[in-house]
């Protein structure tokens, strides 16, 4: 029986009524949960093709919209069989371009990419037959109107699959057993990372180390359970299929060793980390130059459609708002400058998208001698170093008090919405100063830009730990979706409107 001693137990670690526990679902029933999951989802294809040619008819020639020409033969029975013709075509066409293999679907915006050009390729093919047929005739306006509901409705479905996969790998099911070798500084990461997204189909059990003193810990939780060497047993008595390699941790040679072994191996997938811990959430791509395959780093952390559909969000909700609040603001201006001595706006010099420094702006909420009145306070100026805010602050206006506490001051960073600086929903704006604080996610910070609210404005605001928040700042952007966005802004208003864990 293989045993280890892991020094957080007070009795022996029985590492194989341990590996027993933890890699109980077996490899055949991973296999059937997939298969289910694939039928599921050609079926789920199937109806949404079904639907969008269905939708098609409708608005061609029931609707009668004026967009098409009224004169078009209507034949129910043709355009019937036509339809089922025009499915399994679909269907034909998602299969070659792999769209039902398990490795490849899921994968967020490529695999809604081969939907798109699937279906167009579909389109293509009937577009030539109909152009050297005499004997079928097939109304334009109906054939583009099936291919553009074929991709949306498919795509739908899609999306539909994937937040079931979700719910599922939450449960437990469909997660496949992973280890990672190596348990340096990047392998607490990677299990970090992994631990934060159990959506992923992954679970981890923990690390292999040859490294002598990590034998017997526990490393981000999970333990060490033994030399590199101990691998070939987790895979072929446990049937293992899931490795990690945290590449800085092992020398070249002992991961071109582990290649040779499994790198074309069925039963295992070897995953190679990137090495650079501290950009992990930036996204890495593969580039030939000269038939030499270079490893580029991601400038931003989303990709072409997230970033318009983010922008479109963007700009939509903040130029409306402004639109709605143009009198508020006018009127602020007015009381704050009766207030006070100064100017009706405070510019604060941030870190935004790529480490560019810019202006964010906000109503002034302290009056002008605000070091001064600091100066008198030694216990409030430790109280600022250590959290950057200050429950009571002596240097705020009178009208200050009630301009933060329900976040009016930064109604102007609308304003930095509008050129592209910040984002509606986003991590933390900072200044280069606080930038050190975020220490090895510095660089992931500076993959999106900063939000007017964030994760950490509806998570307790002002009332967190400046841990908690360079926390939930980079699960934010790890785990950032379209969705997540709208969820953090509905949430923010019931926040904003009673003032909650604001100073």
């Known amino acids: 029986m293989l045993k280890s001693t892991n020094p957080t137990l007070d009795a022996p670690f029985d590492l194989s ?3 027993n526990v933890q890699m109980a679902t077996h490899r055949d029933e991973i296999a059937r949960q997939k298969s289910r999951f694939l039928a599921f989802t050609f079926v789920t294809d199937a109806l949404m093709l079904v639907l969008a040619m269905a939708m098609a008819y409708w608005v061609r020639f029931v609707a009668q ?18 339809s089922v013709g025009l499915v399994v075509a679909l269907l034909v066409a998602f299969w070659i371009y792999r769209l039902y293999i398990w490795r490849r679907i899921y994968r967020g915006y490529q695999e809604f990419a081969s939907i798109f050009h699937a279906s167009l390729t579909v389109l293509a093919l009937v577009t030539v037959y109909q152009f050297f047929s005499e004997s079928v005739l097939i109304a334009r306006g109906w054939l583009g109107l099936a291919t553009i509901f074929s991709i949306m409705f498919v795509m739908l479905g899609r999306m539909l699959m994937r937040s079931r996969l979700a719910s599922v790998r939450r449960n437990g099911k469909l997660t ?16 970090e990372q992994l631990s934060t997204g159990p959506a992923s189909g992954l679970k981890l059990i923990g690390f292999l180390s040859d490294e002598a003193a990590d034998q017997g810990t526990d490393v981000a939780d999970k333990p060490v359970l033994g030399p590199v060497s101990l691998l070939d047993d987790l895979v072929t008595k446990y049937g293992l299929t899931e490795v990690v390699i945290a590449s800085s941790a092992l020398r070249r040679d002992a991961i071109l060793g582990l290649y040779r072994r499994y790198g074309n191996s069925d039963q295992v ?44 969000l963007d700009i939509s909700v903040a130029a409306a708002v402004l639109l709605v609040l143009s009198p508020l603001l006018i009127a602020l201006a007015i009381i704050v400058k009766l207030d006070s001595k100064g100017p009706i706006i405070y510019r604060r010099r941030v870190v935004g998208l790529n480490g560019n420094e810019f202006d964010a702006f906000k109503i002034r909420t302290m009056h002008i001698n605000g070091d001064e009145i600091l100066a008198q306070h030694p216990e409030l100026q430790a109280e600022l170093a250590a959290n950057h805010k200050l ?30 600086q910040m984002s509606l929903v986003g ?13 090895r996610w510095a660089l992931n910070l500076q993959t999106v830009r900063p939000g007017l609210t964030g994760l950490w404005q509806v998570s307790g605001r002002s009332d967190l730990t400046y841990d908690d928040r360079v926390r939930l700042d980079m699960y934010y952007i790890r785990n950032y979706s379209i969705w997540q966005d709208i969820s953090i802004l509905l949430n923010t208003i019931p926040v904003v409107l009673f003032g909650k864990g604001a100073y």
């Open 391 to 420: 429950k009571h602050d002596p240097r705020i206006t009178r009208i200050g008090n009630t301009l933060r506490k329900y976040s009016i001051d930064e109604l102007p960073q609308l304003f930095n919405v509008l050129l592209g």
């Open 176 to 191: 496949l057993p992973a280890i990672i070798i190596g348990a340096n500084e990047e392998a607490a990461v990677l299990a």
């Open 65 to 82: 919209t004026r967009l098409f020409q009224s004169d078009a033969l209507i034949q129910p029975r043709l355009y019937l069989w036509f």
């Open 269 to 312: 997938s070897l995953r190679l980390s990137s090495g650079l811990f501290e950009m992990l959430t930036t996204g890495l791509q593969v580039q030939e130059f000269a038939n030499v395959p270079l490893i580029g780093v991601n400038r931003t952390r989303l990709s072409g459609p997230q970033r318009l559909m983010k922008s479109l």
């Open 427 to 439: 991590p933390r704006m900072i200044t280069t100063a606080e930038l050190e604080k975020y220490g």
């Open 17 to 19: 009524a341990f590996l």
